[in-house]
């Protein structure tokens, strides 16, 4: 069964940046569009960006579009969400995931993701 680890995530000041990675087990992990999700304490789990079995499809939510940007490399089964000009609202634990059908980024709806990580925490604070 694949397996999804996040990393990169800690503490950065306001308008900072940091990236996060999402490391597949295997390579079947290319076969699956990938989705990045957020959830604050207190709130449910949000989707915040996708991207397609081949890169070539992206979505982002409203709240961050035009601050992060969403890649994979599948020759390393790598996810990466770069994370541009941070607010203390972007504070949560970041999730990636696997969207269960198809293979472009159709929906940032969690319900339609599996193989949830066990998330990383980001902290934008000064």
């Known amino acids: 069964q694949l397996q999804l680890v996040e990393s990169g995530g800690g503490l950065v000041q306001p308008g900072g940046s940091v990236r996060l990675s999402c490391a597949a087990s295997?390579?079947?992990?290319?076969?699956?569009?990938i989705g990045w999700f957020r959830q604050a304490p207190g709130k449910e789990r949000e989707g915040v960006s996708c991207?397609?079995?081949?890169?070539?499809?992206?979505n982002y939510a409203d709240f961050v579009k035009g601050r992060f940007t969403i890649s994979r490399d599948n020759t390393k089964n790598m996810v990466y969400l770069q994370m541009n000009s941070l607010k203390s609202e972007d504070t949560a634990v970041y999730y990636c995931?696997?969207?269960?059908?198809?293979?472009?980024?159709?929906?940032?709806?969690?319900?339609?993701?599996?193989?949830w990580g066990q998330g990383t925490q980001v902290t934008v604070s000064s």
């Open positions: 295997d390579s079947t992990s290319a076969s699956y569009a």
């Open positions: 995931a696997t969207l269960t059908s198809g293979y472009m980024c159709w929906t940032l709806q969690a319900s339609y993701y599996a193989s």
């Open positions: 991207i397609s079995t081949g890169g070539g499809d992206t």
